[in-house]
């Protein structure tokens, strides 16, 4: 039988009231000794607190919703999920996750589902950088944008930095670096010509990316070859094609830029 308050504060010898402020972290004005009972009882009986009461008391349920627009079924992108949890986990708060897609209704369900759980904020994470239309429900609680930038704020100047677009926070990822560093590296390996494998949906992602590639090929005096720049669906599957190509070409490349994962396998 699970323990109440009124259990640890009777082994404790103290009135519920004092057991309840000891175990909320409100014990400023009670005596050492009366706390330390009050924890031993507590631990003694395997006492938790309920957290649904708490929650009707404090409007509060220390609850974050994750909503993932295809990262749940994406390996390569578990990291943004176990990053949340680990952050959840230090604030003392519980991540509830729920896997969303294209279907308008079935999302609409999932995250009314979380609200109606009186989840605190939540966080809308897609597997790949991209613009995206955030759900109107999302407006009832603080919301994060993960790895996405609201529709209506892409002005055409490129996506957001880390920080608050005009309507929404956004945490996205430094596309332009991480592309940078990834072309510098193939450079200092000694290759000179480099082949850019993009993604044919062309999300912002990959104009970030296409434009550090082009970039760096030129600051160090190197020919930026168009027909080694090609634009594939991003599987391997249907990636395979269009590279086997480009490598049979007379002054094939001796390395290669991919946009993803997906598409260097």
Request: aromatic residues 8%; hydrophobic residues 45%.
């Amino acid at each position: 039988m699970r323990a109440k308050l009124r259990d640890v504060a009777d082994h404790a010898g103290v009135s519920t009231a004092t057991a309840s402020l000891v175990l909320n972290g409100k014990a400023h004005s009670i005596g050492a000794d009366a706390q330390s009972r009050v924890r031993a009882a507590a631990e003694r009986l395997g006492y938790r607190p309920n957290a649904l009461a708490r929650g009707l008391r404090s409007q509060r349920t220390e609850t974050v919703g994750f909503f993932s627009n295809d990262v749940l079924t994406t390996p390569y992108a578990a990291a943004m999920v176990q990053g949340a949890q680990e952050a959840a986990d230090e604030l003392g708060y519980l991540l509830l996750l729920a896997n969303i897609g294209d279907d308008g209704e079935r999302n609409a369900a999932a995250i009314a589902s979380l609200l109606d759980r009186r989840i605190d904020a939540a966080i809308y994470a897609t597997m790949y950088h991209r613009a995206v239309e955030v759900p109107a429900q999302l407006a009832a609680v603080d919301s994060v944008l993960l790895d996405a930038y609201p529709y209506e704020d892409d002005i055409g100047n490129g996506p957001w930095p880390f920080g608050r677009t005009p309507s929404h926070w956004s945490v996205v990822p430094d596309e332009y670096a991480g592309a940078t560093a990834a072309v510098e590296h193939l450079i200092a390996a000694g290759h000179r010509r480099i082949g850019f494998v993009n993604e044919v949906a062309r999300p912002v992602a990959a104009q970030l990316r296409e434009q550090a590639f082009r970039d760096a090929l030129v600051r160090h005096g190197l020919v930026v070859k168009h027909h080694h720049m090609i634009e594939v669906y991003g599987s391997t599957h249907g990636a395979f094609p269009p590279i086997a190509s480009l490598l049979r070409c007379p002054d094939r490349p001796t390395a290669l830029f991919c946009f993803n994962d997906r598409i260097a396998t």
